[in-house]
């Protein structure tokens, strides 16, 4: 008999909960049964104050427009309890490392913006769902060198 998955804490990027739905769609249906293994396998959601201001924006039903897929989903991890939020923005450094790279402005603004991601994921299981992978690029790249 195999033991019971270890519960994570976890980072998931907007992104990932707008592009959840129920659409025939590969990212849709990808993003969705993402979000559902979170859910099913007790994982937990942690999210600093810039993540919620994103998911607020992003993520909130819209005028004339029923409740998305993951607006509907974080309600149920709320309700359970799940979806936690850090009392303020964590500063672990990693923001001014980032300055410090010697990487075109493009470049540091798309690091700069999810900066906030590391840093939140940096306290719990060191796990970040992302769709983005221009920013993943950047950072392997960046911690590389």
């Known amino acids: 008999m195999s033991q019971p998955k270890k519960a994570r804490q976890l980072v998931v990027d907007c992104d990932v909960l707008t592009s959840a739905g129920t659409r025939d769609n590969p990212?849709?249906?990808?993003c969705r049964l993402a979000l559902e293994a979170i859910r099913d396998n007790g994982h937990t959601i942690h999210f600093s104050?810039?993540?919620q201001r994103?998911?607020?924006d992003h993520v909130a039903p819209q005028p004339g427009k029923g409740p998305s897929y993951?607006?509907?989903?974080?309600?149920?991890?709320l309700r359970a309890r799940r979806l936690k939020l850090l009392?303020?923005?964590?500063d672990s450094g990693i923001a001014h490392a980032v300055a410090q790279l010697p990487v075109r402005a493009p470049e540091q603004r798309a690091m700069q913006k999810d900066v906030h991601l590391l840093?939140?994921?940096l306290l719990h299981d060191h796990i970040i769902l992302s769709r983005d992978e221009n920013a993943y690029c950047l950072f392997f790249d960046a911690a590389a060198t």
């Open 54 to 56: 994103e998911w607020t």
């Open 49 to 51: 104050p810039q993540l």
């Open 70 to 77: 993951g607006y509907t989903w974080s309600l149920q991890m």
């Open 27 to 30: 990212r849709s249906t990808v």
């Open 87 to 90: 009392p303020q923005q964590p």
């Open 119 to 121: 840093e939140t994921a």
